[in-house]
């Protein structure tokens, strides 16, 4: 598994994943978003293995099995899946209807379509324990619905009625382990287990909820695929999910189906040599480099008088059967908090980083969300950066003007 970072292996043929342009120490950073592109090395050594090849005759159809509920899943994806998490450990498939969408964004859309009610007088309330993912109320309110409506943190909700839950776990943006909050006798809930992948926190047991949606991006990284699925319990919650994407998107593109079933199933073989010498697992490799940088930033932040990490209990993970340190896992986001009144997102800014403020999952602005998925020469830029910022912070920089955003009391 070793120097697959440094492999100059690259198929000529291929496609690159995004413009990438070389950093100067005048560049602006983007750590807003959670592009998975660091695992491109891992993919790119396993060459043809994930090679595919479509006809221009083949998949001409809309439809892919008219037998099952979710008419447009392509068989092998289905089993692909079935066999990823049965390798991981990470989720019940027995007895789930299969239900694929554009990405798990399309399919919590679908989710709330299901639960809620037309005949309903009033909309349903949406909530989601804070910090809670932005996208969530972003896409609650964009289409102004009368079927839900975005209430926001679950933590302050008290309303009398029927609601919906969206407990994320691992959480975006804290990497926080998460159940339901609200408990009340009419909620439903959607779990968002897009994170709860062995590189990215310990896999402690089979999750078995009603509703539950998983990602293709963040499982592999192939976020440019927009491939995700949700395993449903119900029937007739799969039947009007499968509705809502047959009148949204009528169905779901069959090349990036059949990919993503080609690539999860190089993954689950991946897992059985999972530990031994002869390992090519994608889950070990990228645990490592979440681990390494997460330890770098750990390394930077322990040097500020006033900036901090969230910190979590060990726990044993039975996929690799092992345990973790006390630290946000290897989450994909750093969660940086300001014991001061900081504003860190304007901060960064100042210092040319784009973060995600706070106020937007929920939380105060002394609180930025940091993408760890950033290619390797920014990431580096960031900490460099981030360690002038300290300096300037714990007054260690004689002469610095302060920063407009620096309230230190």
């Not at 299901?114 to 349903?124: C, F, G, N, R, T």
């Not at 949406?126 to 309110?141: F, I, M, N, R």
């Not at 998460?178 to 590189?199: F, I, T």
């Amino acid at each position: 598994m070793g120097g697959l970072e440094n492999d100059a292996t690259y198929n000529q043929n291929s496609v690159p994943s995004t413009n990438k342009t070389s950093l100067s120490p005048d560049s602006i950073i983007n750590l807003d978003q959670g592009d998975p592109t660091l695992f491109e090395p891992y993919w790119r050594k396993m060459g043809d293995k994930c090679t595919l090849v479509i006809g221009g005759c083949d998949l001409m159809s809309y439809f892919s099995d008219i037998g099952n509920i979710c008419w447009f899943l392509q068989p092998q994806l289905g089993d692909a899946i079935k066999g990823l998490h049965r390798a991981v450990g990470n989720a019940v498939t027995d007895g789930r209807h299969f239900v694929v969408g554009t990405g798990s964004t399309q399919l919590f859309m679908a989710a709330i379509y299901a639960l809620s009610s037309p005949s309903a007088s009033h909309p349903v309330s949406l909530v989601a324990a804070a910090p809670y993912y932005s996208g969530y109320k972003d896409q609650a309110e964009f289409l102004r619905s009368g079927l839900y409506k975005w209430e926001g943190d679950a933590r302050t909700f008290d309303k009398d009625g029927p609601y919906i839950e969206v407990v994320t776990s691992p959480n975006n943006p804290d990497g926080a382990i998460r159940e339901a909050v609200v408990n009340l006798g009419e909620g439903k809930l959607v779990y968002d287990l897009a994170y709860y992948w062995p590189q990215y926190t310990p896999i402690t047991h089979p999750l078995d909820h009603d509703i539950m949606l998983f990602t293709f991006s963040k499982c592999t990284g192939h976020a440019g695929s927009r491939i995700g699925w949700a395993l449903v319990k119900d029937r007739e919650l799969a039947r009007k999910m499968t509705e809502y994407m047959q009148i949204s998107s009528i169905g779901v593109s069959k090349e990036s189906q059949l990919r993503a079933a080609k690539i999860l199933g190089v993954l689950s073989e991946g897992c059985q040599n999972l530990g031994t010498a002869a390992s090519e697992n994608f889950f070990e490799y990228s645990h490592r480099i979440m681990r390494e940088r997460w330890e770098s930033l750990q390394n930077v932040v322990k040097n500020s008088k006033i900036f901090s990490l969230p910190k979590f209990p060990q726990d044993f993970c039975n996929f690799t059967g092992k345990y973790t340190d006390s630290n946000p896992g290897d989450a994909p986001f750093a969660w940086l908090h300001s014991k001061e009144d900081i504003d860190w997102e304007s901060l960064l800014r100042e210092h040319k980083i784009i973060g995600r403020s706070g106020e937007k999952f929920g939380a105060d602005q002394k609180y930025v969300r940091i993408s760890m998925f950033s290619p390797p020469e920014a990431f580096t830029l960031f900490l460099e950066r981030l360690s002038a910022i300290i300096d300037i912070t714990n007054g260690n920089v004689a002469g610095g003007e302060e920063s407009s955003v620096i309230k230190c009391s």
